[in-house]
T-cell receptor
Framework: DTGVSQDPRHKITKRGQNVTFRCDPI?????LYWYRQTLGQGPEFLTY????????KSRLLSDRFSAERPKGSFSTLEIQRTEQGDSAMYLC???????????FGNGTRLTVT | DQQVKQNSPSLSVQEGRISILNCDYT??????FLWYKKYPAEGPTFLISISSIKDKNEDGRFTVFLNKSAKHLSLHIVPSQPGDSAVYFC????????????FGKGTMLLVSP
């Protein structure tokens, strides 16, 4: 069990640029989740996958956000035309099923200047 | 509107004493509750959970109490240790599982020697 891995740890980008984050879940975990945490707040749910199927998306996930999990293993989260309000910690988590607690990675901190 | 509320941003306790962290919720559909601990620069780590069919769950030094009528839960840490110093998040789910979690804003616990 190597834990949930996220890359990069930090990303600084200029407003209007596109960014992509990667998450590698714990091996054999079928479920993968993306959350976002802003300063002073708890994590907020964005979306989750069961294998390669994206089963639920939060209304927080605007059209500029897209997440994929093409082979049911790693996942990517892309933000297009970044805005300053996108600055946050993006957390990935995985679980073996819907009844097991989520294991979180250490997150990718995005700063949009 | 915050569906999960942690009204105390911080709590200071002496080593060896009891730490009590509180959480209130407004959504009657929540039926699974969890506590996560978060150290700086790390992702949240699962601590303990409780189903709405129970009113208490214990795991070592950690006990979670649920009062459904008051829509209130609390985490007790006995005895508190300096290594317990972290931000504690209360989270809830309404799917009898962990598919999507709603988090509170967190309480920072400081345990002094």
């Amino acid at each position: 069990d190597t834990g949930v891995s996220q890359d990069p740890r930090h990303k600084i980008t200029k407003r209007g640029q596109n960014v992509t984050f990667r998450c590698d879940p714990i091996s054999e975990h079928n479920r993968l989740y993306w959350y976002r945490q802003t300063l002073g707040q708890g994590p907020e749910f964005l979306t989750y996958f069961q294998n390669e199927a994206q089963l639920e998306k939060s209304r927080l996930l605007s059209d500029r956000f897209s997440a994929e999990r093409p082979k049911g293993s790693f996942s990517t989260l892309e933000i297009q035309r970044t805005e300053q309000g996108d600055s946050a910690m993006y957390l990935c988590a995985s679980s073996s099923d819907g009844y097991s607690p989520l294991h979180f990675g250490n997150g990718t901190r995005l700063t949009v200047t | 509107d915050q569906q999960v509320k942690q009204n105390s941003p911080s709590l200071s306790v002496q080593e060896g004493r009891i730490s009590i962290l509180n959480c209130d919720y407004t959504n009657s559909m929540f039926d699974y509750f969890l506590w996560y601990k978060k150290y700086p620069a790390e992702g949240p780590t699962f601590l303990i959970s409780i189903s709405s069919i129970k009113d208490k769950n214990e795991d070592g030094r950690f006990t979670v109490f649920l009062n459904k009528s008051a829509k209130h839960l609390s985490l007790h840490i006995v005895p508190s240790q300096p290594g317990d110093s972290a931000v504690y998040f209360c989270a809830a789910s309404e799917n009898s599982g962990y598919s999507t979690l709603t988090f509170g804003k967190g309480t920072m616990l400081l345990v002094s020697p």
